[in-house]
């Protein structure tokens, strides 16, 4: 039987609740299609930072990259640990480590959601590069606590970066509805944004049968709202695509919906796949974070495995659960029943 050896990273807060439901879901499906996964877990955590002084130990990258895969619940408690030491000890490392370039995160509404929206009949396909941008690390702190103080935080922005994301987008669109939107700044920011323009202008006549449109990223949060529909692919930087997709998660009915991808796509190392939210400290041990989100990244998990009828049987599964009513309104059904619901739609 061909088997898969997945890297749990359960993480903080309700990070620990939805990769528990994720991992069931994933395992029941495997059972019934013919693969089996071995998952190992990993306590490494803002937890595992105040026993130890670090969010994973020193070994951790070399420990994951044995692995097929990893699946991550989210990371994050900053009453404990600052946020910029907790995700630049862990999650971010691992996304640049494994060049997983490509964040990916698909907008839809599931049925039986109710979006804040008007348009319920969108399909947005985010693309978020993953790896430098304003995420690159680059920058420091001189003169602290005098008047004198400064702050320099420097975005990177490389042709082989900035290409191999757009080259993504474009793929992703022809595979799709053959609209691509690139996302930047380039009025106000005209080094970096400029130059991410100029590339996919130049790379667009790779890609004639792509129709592809620049968009600034103000009027994109608008037209998100306004006419979600009107998108197909949106490939965007580290930040701007971060932002995005929380503005995206929310037309999609909230943050318990939005499944995400963080995709190695030339396979020299593992992928990672994560809900978009974070450990939600506000309703932590309370039982009621939507485990959807979780599960749907598993699936998209599935899907990078090759296991693609598994892949769907657990995206069927989601959408016969919501179909229902169970777990499509944010915090009325427990983690525990939305599980439930998901594993016996499997049947
Ligand atoms: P968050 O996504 O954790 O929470 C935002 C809001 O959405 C909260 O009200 C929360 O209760 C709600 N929410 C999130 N997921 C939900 C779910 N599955 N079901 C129901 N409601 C849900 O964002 P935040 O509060 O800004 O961040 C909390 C911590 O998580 C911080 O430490 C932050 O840095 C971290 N974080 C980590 C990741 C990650 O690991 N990928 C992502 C985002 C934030
Ligand atoms: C996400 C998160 C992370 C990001 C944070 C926690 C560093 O918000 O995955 O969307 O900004 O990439
Ligand atoms: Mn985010």
Not at 31 to 44: C, I
Not at 88 to 103: C, S, T
Not at 138 to 149: I, L, M, Y
Not at 183 to 205: G, I, P
């Amino acid at each position: 039987m061909k088997t898969y050896k997945i890297a749990l990273l359960p993480g903080d807060g309700i990070g620990r609740d939805v990769t528990e439901a994720a991992k069931a879901v994933l395992e029941k499906a495997a059972a019934r299609n013919g693969f089996s996964l071995v998952t190992t877990s990993y306590p490494w955590s803002c937890d595992y930072y105040l026993e130890n002084g670090s969010m994973m130990p020193g070994n951790g990258i070399e420990t994951l990259r044995s692995f097929d895969a990893i699946l991550l619940g989210a990371v994050g408690w900053p009453r404990k640990v600052p946020d910029s030491v907790s995700l630049h000890g862990l999650l971010l490392p691992i996304r640049k480590a494994f060049v997983q370039y490509a964040n990916i995160r698909p907008h839809r509404l599931l049925p039986g959601v109710q979006g804040p929206l008007r348009s319920e009949n969108f399909d947005i396909l985010c693309i978020r590069e993953n790896t430098e941008g304003e995420y690159s690390g680059a920058g420091g702190r001189v003169h602290q606590g005098t008047d004198s103080e400064v702050a320099v935080e420097t975005s990177i922005f490389t042709r082989k970066g900035v290409e191999r994301i757009l080259r993504f987008g474009f793929e992703q669109a022809r595979a799709r509805g053959g609209k691509l939107a690139s996302v930047t700044k380039s009025n106000a920011q005209r080094y970096s944004m400029v130059f991410w323009d100029e590339t996919t202008e130049r790379l667009s006549a790779e890609y004639p049968d792509v129709e592809v449109t620049s968009y600034h990223i103000d009027a994109m949060a608008a037209r998100m709202v306004m006419a979600p529909e009107s998108l197909d692919v949106v490939v965007a930087s580290n930040l701007f695509g971060d932002i995005l997709t929380d503005l995206g998660a929310a037309i999609q009915g909230g943050l318990g919906f939005a499944a995400s991808a963080n995709i190695n796509p030339d396979r020299s190392a593992p992928s990672m796949f994560e809900p978009v939210h974070g450990s939600a400290p506000d309703i932590a041990h309370l039982g009621i974070a939507n485990p959807i989100a979780a599960i749907w990244s598993g699936a998209m998990m599935l899907e990078h495995l090759g296991e693609t009828v598994a892949a769907g049987k657990v995206m069927a599964a989601i959408e016969a659960t919501t179909a229902r009513g169970i777990g499509a309104s944010p915090g009325r059904d427990k983690t525990d029943a939305i599980t439930a619901s998901v594993l016996s739609a499997l049947d």
